[in-house]
């Protein structure tokens, strides 16, 4: 009985096994829910309405491009509407007039043009400032959720000296 070794069942390997077999699930379940995430809410990161001088100077390239700016200037007011953020459609307040660049095309109405402004929508749902001249051309500014839609409108407004409605 001196030498006798006991045997007990074992269970190291299927503990093992087991452990491995749940850090496995573990990590293929946050690959498929990460995954998810991704591709739900792969949206374009919002846009606010902000001064030039917070622009990246590569997202002003296309309005240097078009002529709109220098090389050292920078728009009061700027909105980037391009889906991927990189300045190819926006929407600028320049000191004397808006500016639409869309396709590289140029859409320019000096304030003093302006017959109306139009605000459609709210900031907390999204909405588009619409600026008609007087001779009819138009330039649809397009916001989306709390991007700065009522402060365009209000800026634009104040620039061409417009009155504001009394619901704001």
């Not at 902000?50 to 590569?58: I, T, Y």
């Not at 920078?74 to 391009?82: F, G, I, K, Q, R």
Request: charged residues 20%; hydrophobic residues 40%.
């Amino acid at each position: 009985m001196e030498g006798e070794r006991i045997e007990m069942p074992g269970c190291g390997l299927g503990a093992y096994v087991l452990l491995l077999a749940g850090i496995c699930v573990l990590g293929m379940s946050g690959l498929a829910i990460s995954s998810y995430s991704l591709l739900k809410y792969s949206q374009a990161p919002a846009s606010p309405l902000v001064p030039g001088n917070q622009v990246p100077v590569n997202r002003l390239a296309p309005l240097r491009k078009a002529g709109v700016l220098g090389l050292t200037d920078v728009p009061p007011a700027w909105h980037d509407e391009s889906p991927g953020r990189d300045g190819t459609t926006v929407c600028a307040l320049m000191p004397d007039d808006l500016v639409r660049l869309e396709n590289e095309t140029l859409t320019r109405i000096r304030y003093d043009e302006l017959a109306t402004v139009q605000l459609e929508g709210t900031e907390n749902t999204g909405g588009t400032v619409v600026a008609t001249a007087k001779d009819g051309r138009t330039i649809r500014c397009v916001f989306g959720i709390q991007e700065g839609v009522t402060r365009l409108d209000r800026q634009l407004r104040s620039e061409a000296h417009l009155p504001v409605p009394a619901d704001y």
